[in-house]
């Protein structure tokens, strides 16, 4: 066997696995984070005197928890604010790209503070491509979820969406989305984008009571997954992932198939949750580094290389049975 | 066999368009779905009061990205979300000033400091800059002064969940106003609890609000003017109101004597980048 090492392929596997605990951190912050807002305005509404005793329990076990960490919680949480649409963390401001596209759109003129704010979040996609679509964005946990349930419902027996569309639909959903922002002057992207929608609904829920349009908005989006096609949203519409998609074509850090380890068992076209063609060397701009093929990989032929472009199609793997074919083929004929 | 090849090549591609055409179909139908939704109120903004620094409504609209951290800031949780119902503008902030009115009790105006994108314009540094509305008494024939009455008890009853900052209770945390009973012969509640005037009194008493000259507003707000010798007095708003909506969550009188008017608000505010 002339099978190539692939040396820190023990630790790129099991990258999903914190990448799930990196989805689920943002996610827990985002539900976190409007309990916070209430147990400060309520402490400060509140004269601890005046607590009745079951709330000056939990006040004191608030207090002790975090005594180790801060003299005033109540001040020292406002570290982090807002959601991944746009929030400060530890005085440092971060945005959404498509925030800050948008609002241009809508606005048609630019705003400097705000598209300083999204430079971080630029020049990360540029690296690493559309790495947000996979290792932050919240709506992504769901959707994930949502996936994993369309398995259990089909090992129940029942049939789930598997059609496929175009791809490109989404950039069309970008491009038309601005150019709708730009005519009605409100940054429309950020009603149908769920990352934002989420961020705002959780905290409304949570804080103020209720949910809004935007939660029956998310609802559709994951039955349309669910129903219509697998993580439909984030393939087909999503204007988000095309404007990300688009900023890292030319990323430096992309996963790649190592021809000489590969066996064609195709799991990792199975289990891409993008509809990408790792197998035949098919990642293109929409990969988002997920990992995902790589922890399922029973080979040991998925690496990460620092490159603009992808590799062209390299062939069968070199373990399957496509390659020997062509291989013995090849001897005959010579 | 040539002749086939083109065919099946035809064939697919064929397949190919159809496939796409499909999908654009599918897409356009989405987001036109989508759109009509918005469609019915696309037309009739809703003018509702913003918060403070607000833009005009225009610029306001095409700046603000809906991030919702305005709304995570204020401590007297007067910032909601707008739902559906305002078309575009869902997710754009607005006050419910008859529900929770913005009572500057953060004194640094945090929502304007929270803004990531100058939806609420930075400029605006005090309260008395602020310029989210003007106040306007619309039943003045219900108002308790203009009868000639006092107000005793919880101003707006045992079930409002409202907050105030009463800086005689505590200078730096709002409470429930229905924590906070009065007993007064003459309802003076607008006037009393209007945020400008209340620094217009620390100033004039030498103590403006954390020992900053720049707090005090130089124009007065609200006040009651007698309207015979028989002591009944009316509200009258002057030129210093800024809209914040606190008279009209204060009023006892249901509804209010007082309510916001945001149609004219933010004449004054300045475009985008000003």
């Known amino acids: 066997m002339n099978q190539k090492a ?86 440092l401001q971060l945005t959404d790209p498509l925030a800050v596209v948008g609002q241009m759109a809508a606005a048609l003129e630019v705003w400097w503070p705000l598209v300083l704010t999204a430079l971080i979040p630029v020049l990360l996609t ?64 950020a009603a149908i984008y769920p990352p934002a929608i989420i961020g705002r609904e959780i905290f409304y829920a949570v804080a ?62 199975a289990v891409c949750e993008f509809g990408l063609d790792p197998l035949r060397d098919g990642f293109g701009q929409e990969c988002n580094n997920c990992t995902a093929c790589m922890a399922v990989c029973p080979t040991e032929a998925m690496t990460f290389r620092i490159r603009f472009r992808d590799q062209p199609d390299q062939g069968p793997g070199h373990l399957g049975r496509l390659y020997r074919k062509q291989q013995g083929g090849g001897r005959e004929a010579a | 066999m040539n002749e086939n090849v083109k065919k099946a090549k035809r064939r697919t591609s064929q397949k190919a368009r159809r496939r796409f055409l499909r999908s654009v179909l599918y897409g356009a139908g989405a987001v036109g779905v989508a759109l009509l939704g918005y469609l019915p109120v696309a037309g009739q903004w809703i003018t509702r009061l913003r918060p403070p620094g607000a833009l005009h409504e225009e610029k306001f609209l095409a700046a603000c990205i809906k991030c919702g951290q305005c709304v995570q800031v204020c401590p007297v949780e007067a910032i909601r979300l707008a739902d559906l119902d305002e078309g575009f503008g869902v997710g754009v902030p607005y006050i419910d000033a008859r529900a929770q009115a913005c009572d500057f009790s953060c004194d640094g105006l945090q929502c304007v400091l929270a803004c990531p994108t100058g939806a609420l314009t930075h400029e605006v540094n005090y309260p008395h800059q602020v310029d989210m509305g003007v106040a306007r008494v619309v ?18 009853g045992a079930d409002f969940t409202g907050k105030l900052r009463y800086a005689e209770v505590d200078r730096w945390n709002p409470i429930p106003v229905r924590d906070h009973p009065y007993d007064l012969d003459l309802c003076d509640l607008c006037v ?34 007698p309207i015979d010798d028989t002591g009944r007095k009316r509200p009258v708003i002057l030129d210093g109101c800024v809209g914040c909506g606190v008279c009209e969550m204060i009023c006892p009188v249901e509804p209010a004597v007082i309510v916001m008017d945001s149609s004219e608000s933010r004449a004054s505010s300045k475009g985008l980048r000003a």
């Not at chain 1, 005793?53 to 109540?74: F, G, M, N, Q, W």
């Not at chain 1, 709506?139 to 027996?157: D, Q, S």
């Not at chain 2, 039943?139 to 707006?156: D, I, M, Y």
């Open chain 1, 6 to 91: 692939n040396r820190w392929f023990f630790l790129w596997r099991h990258l999903n696995k914190l990448r799930w605990v990196v989805l689920s951190l943002v996610f827990t912050m985002l539900v976190a984070l409007p309990f916070v807002y209430v147990y400060q305005t309520y402490v400060a509404a509140h004269a601890y005197d005046l607590l009745a005793p079951d709330e000056k329990r939990l006040y004191d076990l608030v207090e002790t928890l975090t005594a180790p960490l801060t003299d005033d919680p109540a001040e020292d949480l406002d570290a982090i604010k807002g959601n991944t649409w746009s929030g400060t963390f530890w005085g």
């Open chain 1, 126 to 189: 540029v690296l690493f491509g559309r790495f947000y679509c996979g290792w932050i964005c919240p709506a992504t946990f769901l959707y994930e979820l949502n996936t994993n349930l369309a398995v259990w419902l089909r090992r129940l027996g029942l049939r789930t969406g598997r059609r496929r569309f175009d791809r490109r639909i989404k950039y069309l959903v970008l491009g038309l989305g601005l150019v709708l922002s730009a005519a009605t002057g409100a940054v429309l992207v």
């Open chain 1, 208 to 269: 103020l009571g209720g949910f809004g349009a935007g939660s029956v908005f998310f609802v559709i989006t994951l039955l349309f997954d669910l129903l219509v096609a697998r993580r439909g949203f984030c393939r087909y519409l999503c204007p988000g992932g095309a404007l990300y998609s688009l900023l890292g074509r030319y990323r430096l850090l992309r996963i790649q198939r190592i021809v000489e380890n590969c066996n064609d068992c195709a799991k990792c076209n």
């Open chain 2, 139 to 156: 039943n003045e024939a219900q108002c308790l002064a203009v009868q000639g009455k006092g107000f005793r008890g919880q101003a707006r």
């Open chain 2, 192 to 225: 009393r609890q209007c945020p400008i005037e209340i620094r217009i009194a620390e100033c004039a008493a030498g103590k403006p609000p954390s020992g900053d000259e720049r707090q005090c507003p130089p124009q007065h707000a609200i006040k009651l003017e």
